[in-house]
């Protein structure tokens, strides 16, 4: 059966997957009243792009709609499926001679219909007299906003399109719809991702030493990724914190490349993961970077610890995921309490939104092809507007086959812990004694995937997670005998 392999231990992936993925838009899209019979959806694919004015290429990566239906790698072709008998069409770019001389073997349109599994192969040149002959009432194309980005995505465009009657605003939300919903097959891919992804993160935990740099572990995870994994592209900028950028959300960018030297004392926030076929995972770890935990990265991480695993046990289809944010920031709240850092009632904390002052983020997000996935916010769900919550990434409730990831963290944000303590009504329940303590100390973020099952999740992810774990997994790294083991369960 037609397959992507990249040899050696690397997962297999069948076509049947993506063949799968077009029955359940055309099944879903017959049950939408606003489809007309004889009706074609069409989605162009990414095309090949240049760094600015050169001719050097960038590494290309399939639009992700585009790879869902069809799981093509190569850029610049269209697809086309008849949404009353679901019937396949891929449109390949036929290439010039030189081609064979630069790029290597130029193959025929029966290559790709046995590659991909689908039921005609016509070169792009021919897609405007091709659909004339199937004589569709409408074309539906693609365009829709992006909820994380804001950017539209991006709607096919052919010479000659302007002869077909075409609707671009019935396939976005159906297609997005299809991709919250996971199959078991695309399960598999990302158990796959979490695995490599999980893998490279320990041989991260048992390699990092005080005075190595930063962008050394991102090396480090990209090499077993691929080498182990096949995974050429990570999901998204790999974020190396040690020390204070551990409270810097997403660090790693270009301002601040991952090149900070990694010091004895430092916490490490790791937040990186692979993409294979396209399809990834998102996974972070934070650990000291001498192996050996401090009193106070200790409480600070076992109170993320304590927040992640209340939030696991308690998601199941039906629980509303803004509920699993409150949750989590009331446990810290708790523990903050606990700690010293913070004093009062917790109730009270949370009327006046405390918690976003250590968390200004979302809990976690559906994961896919995109590592935010689309259809966090389909028509009929509302982003609410309070601190943190606004920054959730989806407000819906669970249901069986969504994957998302539990990412709880605590930090101590100068910016943020100055503006509560300009507030009476939040600065009334810190304590500021206690606090300058914990100035400088960074970010402590648990990252893990998951998939919602029937009667609760199925954990992705395994990585040591308790302080002894990770301690003693980190001591296995200097040559100690003691070893971790994941999870006895990973399914609830």
């Known amino acids: 059966r037609p397959s992507f392999w990249l040899g050696n231990e690397t997962l297999r992936v069948p076509a049947a997957l993506f063949a799968l993925n077009r029955r359940r838009l055309c099944e879903r899209l017959r049950q939408n009243k606003d489809v007309q019979k004889n009706s074609i959806v069409l989605l162009q694919g990414g095309e090949e792009t240049q760094r600015y004015c050169t001719d050097t290429g960038i590494v290309f990566r399939q639009e992700s709609y585009f790879h869902w239906t069809f799981g093509v790698t190569e850029a610049g072709c269209f697809g086309a499926i008849d949404v009353d008998t679901g019937r396949s069409m891929l449109f390949v770019p036929q290439l010039p ?49 992006n909820t994380d980005s804001g950017n539209v995505s991006k709607e096919a465009s052919f010479e000659g399109i302007s002869q077909f009657n075409v609707n671009n605003k019935i396939l976005h939300p159906e297609i997005a719809e299809c991709r919250v919903i996971k199959t078991d097959m695309e399960l598999e891919v990302l158990r796959y991702t979490n695995k490599i992804s999980s893998e490279a993160h320990k041989e991260v935990m048992k390699a990092v030493k005080p005075g190595m740099k930063e962008y050394e572990m991102e090396s480090l995870f990209q090499h077993y990724c691929y080498t182990r994994g096949g995974m050429r592209h990570t999901s998204y900028t790999c974020i190396c914190g040690s020390g204070d950028n551990s409270a810097v959300l997403h660090y790693g960018h270009a301002g601040a490349p991952n090149d900070k030297t990694i010091e004895d004392g430092d916490l490490c926030l790791f937040d990186m993961g692979g993409e294979y076929y396209c399809y990834g995972s998102d996974i972070t770890c934070t650990f000291p970077a001498n192996g050996k935990f401090t009193a106070d990265q200790r409480a600070i991480y076992e109170a993320v610890l304590k927040s992640s695993r209340a939030v696991m046990k308690a998601v199941k289809p039906g629980v509303a995921w803004p509920d699993m944010h409150r949750l989590a920031d009331r446990v810290h709240l708790e523990e903050l309490t606990r700690i010293g850092i913070l004093k009062g009632n917790v109730d009270d904390m949370v009327k006046v939104h405390l918690g976003a002052i250590f968390m200004p983020h ?29 920054s959730l990434r989806t407000a819906r409730t ?48 648990i990252e893990d995937d998951i998939a919602v099952t029937a009667t609760g999740m199925e954990l992705l992810t395994c990585v040591p997670r308790t302080v002894e774990e990770v301690e003693a997994f980190m001591a296995e790294g200097q040559g100690s005998a003691k070893s971790f083991s994941c999870f006895s369960s990973q399914k609830q």
């Not at 290597?104 to 021919?126: L, M, Q, R, S, W």
Request: a negative charge; one cysteine or more; aromatic letters at 10%.
């Open 398 to 445: 669970l249901e069986q086959g969504m994957v998302l990831t539990i990412e709880p963290g605590i930090y101590f944000i100068d910016h943020l812990l100055d503006q509560a303590l300009r507030d009476p009504a939040q600065s009334c329940f810190i304590n500021n004694d206690v606090l300058r303590r914990f100035r400088g100390f960074g970010g402590v973020r």
């Open 97 to 145: 001679e030189s081609y064979a001389v630069w790029m290597g073997k130029i193959h025929p349109p029966e290559f790709f219909k046995k590659k991909y599994a689908v039921d005609e192969v016509h070169y792009v040149t021919e897609i405007s007299s091709v659909l004339a002959l199937k004589k569709p009432a409408v074309l539906l194309t693609l365009r829709g906003v």
């Open 362 to 390: 979302g809990l976690g997000h559906l994961l896919g092809i995109d590592v935010h996935d689309v259809g966090g916010y389909p028509e009929g769900v509302e982003r609410i507007d309070e601190p943190g919550l606004r």
